[in-house]
């Protein structure tokens, strides 16, 4: 019963990032596209929710990589207890997710421009 429910909302997942993929970034806007993140700032925790065929998923951690931000990287469909945060404690539907802090930002989808703005205010 476990591996069913397991498979549905995997499949719900899988549409829902279908139905949602032109979409990037959360409801926030934000209008200072110009902030860059040095690579020796210290930063806050960051945990990145992801799966391996998602193209907003592999753009949000090649941004960090690359960057040298530090963040742990949790993939929802082999992760059974990140499943369940991802699902159940965040209730987020599509994935990239990516939480900074302590919640402190959680956000659904990756936006360089509103990633930055959100991991400047956990930083303050």
């Not at 069913?4 to 970034?25: D, N, P, R, W, Y």
């Not at 110009?34 to 700032?41: D, E, L, Q, R, V």
């Not at 059974?80 to 209730?91: G, L, P, R």
Request: aromatic letters at 8%; hydrophobic letters at 40%; glycine letters at 4%.
């Amino acid at each position: 019963m476990h591996a069913l429910l397991k498979c549905l909302a995997l499949s719900a997942l899988f549409l829902g990032v279908l139905a949602c993929s032109t979409i990037q970034g959360d409801e926030r806007t934000t209008s200072d596209s110009s902030a860059t993140m040095a690579p020796t700032a210290a930063y806050p925790k960051i945990v990145l929710y992801t799966t391996s065929w998602c193209p907003h998923c592999k753009e949000a951690k090649d941004y960090l990589t690359s960057r040298k931000i530090p963040f742990t990287n949790l993939d929802v469909e082999d992760d059974i207890s990140a499943w369940e945060d991802f699902s159940e404690k965040y209730q987020a539907k599509t994935v990239p997710l990516i939480v900074i802090g302590n919640d402190q930002a959680i956000l659904k989808g990756f936006k360089r421009e509103t990633f930055e703005k959100a991991l400047q205010e956990v930083q303050k």
